[in-house]
């Protein structure tokens, strides 16, 4: 699935945009608050749903070769965060949804 | 009336749409998109477009496309002085639209053979359903010669000049500095993507080294990330000053920490960063005492094919 679709979907807040960011190709969700999970997954093509919204969110990110960061429950992120998703190449995008509402939406045009 | 788009008007297809392989417009539209009903007048049409920056907006009938306004349709409403006009008095009625399966080489001819800067887009109810611009159009263009691009890089791989691949390097981390933490495992990986190594070997590396990074500030006194790295393998050795593992069998024991709420909150501490470092590695050895410090050492081999898919 595009990223387009997604970021569309969940009614995102683009904090930053890779070149062409709309068409990163998303294979699969994962949503957790703990770094030590996503550094644990072994999926490709992830999409990274989280409502802690810190710079190590953005390397847990990058760590695990994804492309675009989630933060939810309409949290803001901070200067260092775009500077480091801007460094890395990651898409971040925040959401006023919580963290479940977001992976239902998502559940929802997967489907699709 | 709405022309819908027909495989044979678009036969010949310009250069560029060999990169778009099987692309469906489908999957490079924008969906969000302003349409009106025909009873808008021109005025809203033109309020609605100046609003939301847009040149052009579809004119839909219980979502079935009857016509498109653009900004030409509002200016020549404009000198006749009739702005309080329906749209369906101004309106193009012929209006060209694509079928949202289409491959996006149709979208590519379409936009070459009329001189529409924009197609609605459909789908198998003809409904609207998108609408297609250039900047669409551009934007998968980029997105699939990068991805070509690295798919080319990768398969180029193994053909690196892998002698260049030498680097020893140590990193010295502070207790509690989450700001750096991190810093070291992104520059190592980004070395690594520039020799061309395979992108899973890169993540069991970039893993390793964060996991031990992040140790090092959370729980240590401090300590030193050293990288020797070869065309054979990763050696990633980590020393801290202390406090010293307890009991080095529970500390590789999944969901065992010691982490307190702080690193809790900052979203480590689970107890899975060293059974995860041992995890990606080839090989992993840990020494402990309490009281002096902890050293750990990982090798990721790259010479060996990658079987540390799982």
New interface residues.
Partial sequence: MKLIRIAEALETRIAYGPAAWEQINIKSIFSSDLMSDILMSDLDNMLIVTSLSTEQSIRSTGMVNSEAVVITNNKAVTDGMVVLAEELEIALFCVKFPTYETCVRLGRIMKT | MTNMGQKGSFQSLPQGCELIGDLKIS??M???VLAVPRNTTIREAQSIMKENSITGVPVVDSRVVVGIVSMNDIMNALESGRMDDPVTDWMTFEVQALAEEMPLSFAISAFSKYPFRRFPVVNKRNELAGIITFR?IN??L???L??QLQEKNNLNEHSVDMSSLELVKEYLLSRYD??N??KA??EI?KFLKGHGIP?RL??RV??AS??LE?NLVAHSDGGMLGFDINADRVVITSHDHGPGIADVDQALTEGFSTANEWIRS????????LP?IK?VSDEFIIQSTLGLGTMIRAVINIHTKDQH??
């Fill in positions: 999957e490079v924008t969906r969000n669409n934007l998968a980029i997105r699939e990068s991805r989450f700001e933490g991190g495992s992104s990986k992108s890169i993540r970039a893993i964060y996991e992040i900052l979203g480590f501490g689970a107890g899975i960063g995860n995890r898919n799982n």
